[in-house]
Protein backbone atom coordinates (compact mmCIF):
# COMPACT_ATOMS: atom_id res chain seq x y z
CA UNK A 1 0.00 0.00 0.00
CA UNK A 2 1.30 3.48 -1.13
CA UNK A 3 2.24 5.65 1.69
CA UNK A 4 -0.76 7.97 2.24
CA UNK A 5 1.32 11.03 3.84
CA UNK A 6 3.39 11.34 0.61
CA UNK A 7 2.03 13.89 -2.43
CA UNK A 8 0.35 11.31 -4.97
CA UNK A 9 3.29 12.00 -7.87
CA UNK A 10 5.58 10.72 -5.07
CA UNK A 11 4.12 7.86 -4.17
CA UNK A 12 4.73 4.99 -6.92
CA UNK A 13 8.47 6.16 -7.60
CA UNK A 14 11.38 3.61 -8.85
CA UNK A 15 14.27 3.70 -6.67
CA UNK A 16 15.99 5.27 -9.05
CA UNK A 17 13.92 7.85 -9.42
CA UNK A 18 13.89 7.89 -5.36
CA UNK A 19 17.33 9.06 -5.90
CA UNK A 20 17.12 11.64 -8.01
CA UNK A 21 14.42 13.62 -6.08
CA UNK A 22 16.97 12.96 -3.11
CA UNK A 23 19.59 14.57 -5.05
CA UNK A 24 17.21 17.33 -6.47
CA UNK A 25 16.20 18.12 -3.00
CA UNK A 26 19.89 17.83 -1.80
CA UNK A 27 21.03 20.41 -3.85
CA UNK A 28 18.27 22.45 -3.14
CA UNK A 29 19.49 22.70 0.55
CA UNK A 30 22.67 23.65 -0.73
CA UNK A 31 21.80 26.34 -2.18
CA UNK A 32 19.49 27.38 0.62
CA UNK A 33 22.45 27.34 2.86
CA UNK A 34 24.81 29.00 0.48
CA UNK A 35 21.69 31.75 0.44
CA UNK A 36 22.15 31.83 4.31
CA UNK A 37 25.85 32.26 4.34
CA UNK A 38 25.12 34.93 2.09
CA UNK A 39 22.54 36.76 3.44
CA UNK A 40 25.27 37.08 6.89
CA UNK A 41 27.37 38.68 4.55
CA UNK A 42 24.99 41.08 3.46
CA UNK A 43 23.80 41.70 6.94
CA UNK A 44 27.98 42.72 7.31
CA UNK A 45 27.84 44.89 4.27
CA UNK A 46 24.88 46.61 5.48
CA UNK A 47 26.65 48.35 8.17
CA UNK A 48 29.52 49.97 6.06
CA UNK A 49 26.17 50.83 2.57
CA UNK A 50 25.14 53.95 4.12
CA UNK A 51 28.63 55.48 4.82
CA UNK A 52 30.21 54.23 1.30
CA UNK A 53 26.88 55.67 -0.68
CA UNK A 54 27.52 59.39 1.41
CA UNK A 55 31.27 59.59 1.21
CA UNK A 56 32.74 57.76 -2.03
CA UNK A 57 32.43 60.43 -4.74
CA UNK A 58 30.82 60.01 -8.26
CA UNK A 59 30.44 55.95 -9.18
CA UNK A 60 33.04 54.43 -6.87
CA UNK A 61 30.48 53.05 -4.43
CA UNK A 62 32.31 49.27 -3.86
CA UNK A 63 30.28 48.02 -0.79
CA UNK A 64 27.43 48.90 -1.83
CA UNK A 65 28.02 47.08 -5.30
CA UNK A 66 29.29 44.11 -3.31
CA UNK A 67 25.92 44.51 -1.02
CA UNK A 68 23.84 44.83 -4.58
CA UNK A 69 25.50 41.40 -5.73
CA UNK A 70 25.50 39.75 -2.52
CA UNK A 71 21.59 40.41 -2.35
CA UNK A 72 20.99 39.58 -6.12
CA UNK A 73 22.67 35.84 -4.90
CA UNK A 74 20.43 35.61 -1.90
CA UNK A 75 17.92 35.96 -3.91
CA UNK A 76 18.66 33.58 -7.15
CA UNK A 77 19.91 31.12 -5.14
CA UNK A 78 16.91 31.57 -2.47
CA UNK A 79 14.53 30.85 -4.77
CA UNK A 80 16.03 28.04 -6.58
CA UNK A 81 17.01 26.34 -2.83
CA UNK A 82 13.04 26.54 -2.37
CA UNK A 83 11.97 24.91 -5.94
CA UNK A 84 14.39 22.70 -5.92
CA UNK A 85 13.23 21.51 -2.24
CA UNK A 86 9.58 21.62 -3.05
CA UNK A 87 7.76 18.78 -1.80
CA UNK A 88 7.66 16.57 1.66
CA UNK A 89 10.50 17.41 3.55
CA UNK A 90 12.86 14.34 4.79
CA UNK A 91 13.63 13.62 8.45
CA UNK A 92 17.29 13.72 8.91
Do not use: C
Amino acid sequence: MANLLLPPEERNLTPDQVEALDKRRDLGHAFLVIAGQFAVIATILLLWVGQDLTYSPGWAHPIAYYFAIAVGIIVVLGIAGIVLRRGTPRID
